[in-house]
């Protein structure tokens, strides 16, 4: 471990924790590990292939249960990428090496958790310009149509607007 995080006895001694729940005794020397001040709207980042797990800077004085919360979340990403090779990200394999470490299997942390996270999530309203019927997605869906218009014979192209969200 690098990063001056090594010396974090809270982090070494979630990590020496972990490797044996996971049977990874070399698990210490397979990843580096530092906190970030670039993370911005996430708590944590593992890069599995890489072997690189960041934690926001604010862990580093936050509450303990949530520090270990976190590492045992990114070390998972690692510790699965060494035991099963390419996995899907929260999958089954991420989420038995979780449970197994004594953690909750959860994706998100609640809003407000970790100070300076700010989760934005913008919608995009979906609406047909004729009869104002409207749609809700995650994206802009380029490719839907109002189908009382295209009925109708005319072209069904909504107009999209962003919708900006805070939480």
Not at 2 to 30: H, M, Q, S, T, Y
């Amino acid at each position: 471990m690098v990063g001056g995080v090594a010396a974090d006895p809270n982090i070494a001694g979630i990590v020496a924790e972990v490797a044996r729940a996971w049977d990874i005794a070399d698990l210490a020397a397979r990843f580096d590990v530092a906190f970030s001040r670039r993370l911005r709207t996430s708590a944590g980042r593992a890069l599995p292939t890489r072997g690189v797990v960041r934690l926001h800077a604010a862990l580093a004085d936050g509450p303990p249960a949530l520090l270990r919360e976190v590492v045992i979340h990114e070390l998972a990403h690692v510790a699965a990428h060494l035991l099963h090779g390419r996995t899907a990200a929260h999958g089954p394999e991420w989420r038995a090496l979780v449970r197994a470490a004594g953690e909750t299997a959860r994706v998100r942390l609640p809003a407000g958790t970790l100070p300076g996270v700010r989760r934005r999530r913008a919608t995009w309203l979906h609406r047909c310009p004729v009869c104002a019927i409207a749609r809700h997605a995650g994206r802009p869906v380029r490719n839907w149509r109002c189908r009382r218009c295209v009925e109708a014979g005319r072209s069904g192209v909504l107009a999209i607007e962003r919708i900006e969200s805070g939480a």
